[in-house]
């Protein structure tokens, strides 16, 4: 079992900044697709970004398209999500998730195996 490790969440002004980490402590992931989704309490889960395992395919939800940049260092088993213009409806609990399965992100959060307990984000107006 994989488990995930979010941090780096909390309380920013609209138009901040805010970089999220996730890690795998004694596990590798090197080899799988991962994924940022978010959720805000009585929504769906929203698919943000994913990379692939070498960084070659990244991927972003039309929301944070052009204002959030996913990151990996396989050498020290860290994924990244670099948020800049930072808007209140960014306001979510954030999770990372691995896909054992493949190497090539998909924006779907079903596909996914393991997840982590999450990273609140709150953007103020």
């Known amino acids: 079992q994989v488990q995930l490790v979010e941090s780096g969440g909390g309380l920013v002004q609209a138009g901040g900044s805010l970089r999220l980490s996730c890690a795998a402590p004694g596990r590798t992931f090197s080899s799988y697709a991962m994924g940022w989704f978010r959720q805000v309490p009585g929504k769906e889960r929203e698919f943000a970004a994913a990379?692939?395992?070498?960084?070659?395919?990244?991927y972003y939800g039309e929301s944070v398209k052009g204002r959030f940049t996913i990151s990996r260092d396989n050498a020290k088993n860290m994924l990244y999500l670099e948020m800049n213009s930072l808007k209140p409806e960014d306001t979510a609990i954030y999770y990372c998730a691995a896909d054992r399965h493949s190497r090539v992100p998909t924006t779907t959060a079903s596909h996914y195996d393991y997840w982590g307990q999450g990273t609140q984000v709150t953007v103020s107006s």
């Open positions: 990379i692939s395992w070498n960084t070659g395919n990244k």
